[in-house]
Antibody
Framework: QVQLVESGGGLVKPGGSLRLSCAAS????????MSWIRQAPGKGLEWVSY????????YYADSVKGRFTISRDNAKNSLFLQMNSLRAEDTALFYC???????????????WGQGTMVTVSS | DIQMTQSPSSLSASVGDRVTITCQAS??????LNWYQQKSGKAPKVLIY???NLETGVPSRFSGSGSGTDFTFTISSLQPEDVATYYC?????????FGQGTKLELK
């Protein structure tokens, strides 16, 4: 069955860095684009970043552009998010999410990990 | 970027009630609209994709409609296990975006 297991979250000071990882299994990882989606405590969902199947197509939310870098290793079935210059407002649960094209062609977030918590505080 | 406006932000209903949530896009997104359910402490789960298609295994009391900029999500007969927060999400253009969410509670 499809599994997405995030790791790498933790407590970091403002201005610090963290690298999130997501280990994928149960499907052909290289066939799917992937996203990171976050949720601040008590708040709604915020899409953060997208990476295409080969890693050459990448998008970021304006709120993280220039600070976060998404990447993937298809040989190791892994997704990453390097987060630099972290701010208090980046405090959130970060989900690793599989994208699957629908019949119409738009991406559906069809499988989610359980998330890894990132807390930015001094 | 496309903005998604979802309403109401919360609602309270009784078991058996018909519940409706609306979502409006800031520009035409055709039918590239998905609906997710998030129960407390859990990851979201897709219920409806392409505005009106029911994800496999999702009960038929859930439905969606709309196209262009205006969309509706309906629960035909509310069940206790439907207590959750519901989100719309556009997949027409990157960056993808979600509505603010609708928290559904039992009256």
């Amino acid at each position: 069955q499809v599994q997405l297991v995030e790791s790498g979250g933790g407590l970091v000071k403002p201005g610090g860095s963290l690298r999130l990882s997501c280990a994928a299994s149960g499907f052909t990882f290289s066939d799917h684009s992937m996203s990171w989606i976050r949720q601040a405590p008590g708040k709604g969902l915020e899409w953060v970043s997208y990476i295409g199947t080969r890693g050459s197509t990448i998008y970021y939310a304006d709120s993280v552009k220039g600070r976060f870098t998404i990447s993937r290793d298809n040989a190791k079935n892994s997704l990453f998010l390097q987060m630099n210059s972290l701010r208090a407002e980046d405090t959130a649960l970060f989900y690793c999410v599989r994208n699957t094209p629908s019949w119409a062609g738009g991406d559906v977030f069809d499988f989610w990990g359980q998330g890894t918590m990132v807390t930015v505080s001094s | 970027d496309i903005q998604m406006t979802q309403s109401p932000s919360s609602l309270s209903a009784s078991v058996g009630d018909r519940v409706t949530i609306t979502c409006q896009a800031s520009q035409d997104i055709s039918n590239y609209l998905n609906w997710y359910q998030q129960k407390s402490g859990k990851a979201p789960k897709v219920l409806i994709y392409d505005a009106s298609n029911l994800e496999t295994g999702v009960p038929s009391r859930f439905s969606g409609s709309g196209s262009g900029t205006d969309f509706t999500f309906t629960i035909s007969s509310l069940q206790p296990e439907d207590v959750a927060t519901y989100y719309c999400q556009q997949s027409d253009n990157l960056p993808y975006s979600f509505g603010q969410g609708t928290k559904l509670e039992l009256k």
